[in-house]
């Protein structure tokens, strides 16, 4: 048993759920009952990765939010809307690539009718990055990308500045390039108009040099 493992036995992980034989669609089902934190108390289903096999591009985000929770689907909702949208604009076609979260459950608190959203805390992060761990390692993306500083902690296993880490590309264990950007819903949080359009912008420019690294890369 690995050090991983073992920490893994006293702190709670997705790591005694990982199925014996490998694939995506066995990840998903696997997935499904997986126990590894309280969180599958707390959402309503587990909401895993998808998108092609062959992607050379795979982007990740922080966790479900209220519609992904409910649709089982990862960037349903208007933030995945968002990034549907800036995708485009950027030349990426979503259905060439892979997108999944850092953390598999939704995470919220209750206001009322309204669920909202409640940012993972360092130990729901590392005990969901098994299975992060697993698709990667099944898709080996040449370029793997880190929507928002959940996404780039569970891929580095550190802190991350997203100010600092975007313009230039971080390397991971198994030697692939990480590119950090923001996610989506931070730019629907921007109440200013002028910032807004401004981060949009930069954003966008990010997904432009990422898509072309992806090319050289693939």
Known sequence: MTARAKAAKTTGSAADFLPERRTLPSLRRAA???????????????????????????FVGEQPGDQEDLAGRPFVGPAGQL?????????????????????KHFKFIQRGKRRIHNKPDAGEIEACRWWIDQERALIKPPVTVALGATAARSLTGKTITIS????????????SEC???????????IPEEDRKKQEKKLFLRDLKRIKKRAEELG
């Open 179 to 189: 590119w950090v950007t923001v996610h989506p819903s931070f730019l629907l949080r």
């Open 32 to 58: 499904a009952g997986c126990r590894g934190c309280h969180l599958w108390k707390v959402g309503t289903q587990t909401v895993f990765g998808e998108g092609t096999r062959s992607a050379t591009l795979m």
């Open 164 to 175: 600092r880490a975007r313009e230039a590309p971080l390397t991971l264990d198994d030697g």
């Open 83 to 103: 990034f549907d949208a800036a995708l485009e604009a950027a030349g990426i076609d979503r259905t060439q690539t892979y997108v999944t979260n850092a953390v």
